[in-house]
């Protein structure tokens, strides 16, 4: 037997929260982590150590947004929800390297 919940099936729903997980979430953690390192007080760790970490995090983030464009432009074909889910990932992804740009 389906659920209905809104309206949507039951099993929809759980396929729709799986792609808002991977491809919001994920990325908001990886830019949560950026500026927890940028932001981290001199005295801590001193000022080299952080600062290393987030342009390290900062290059694989802008990595990854790129994949994640690829892979969004190839996927603009078919599904529409995918492609969007794939250029909401770019666009969150992007905000480390605005960051260390700013920060820098």
């Known amino acids: 037997m389906h659920y ?5 099936p039951l099993y929809m729903q759980r396929a729709d929260m799986r792609r808002i997980f991977w491809h919001v979430f994920t990325p908001c953690i990886i830019a ?4 927890a390192m940028a932001f981290t007080p001199v005295e801590v760790s001193g000022c080299r150590t952080p600062g290393l970490l987030a342009l390290g995090v900062s290059i694989s983030s802008g990595l990854s947004g790129l994949g994640t464009w690829v892979i969004g432009l190839k996927k603009r074909g078919g ?5 969007i889910c794939w ?10 390297v605005i960051g260390m740009i700013i920060l820098a």
């Open 4 to 8: 209905f919940i809104t309206g949507i």
């Open 32 to 35: 949560t982590v950026f500026f």
């Open 79 to 83: 599904s529409k929800a995918d492609a």
């Open 87 to 96: 250029i909401i990932s770019t666009a969150i992804l992007t905000i480390p």
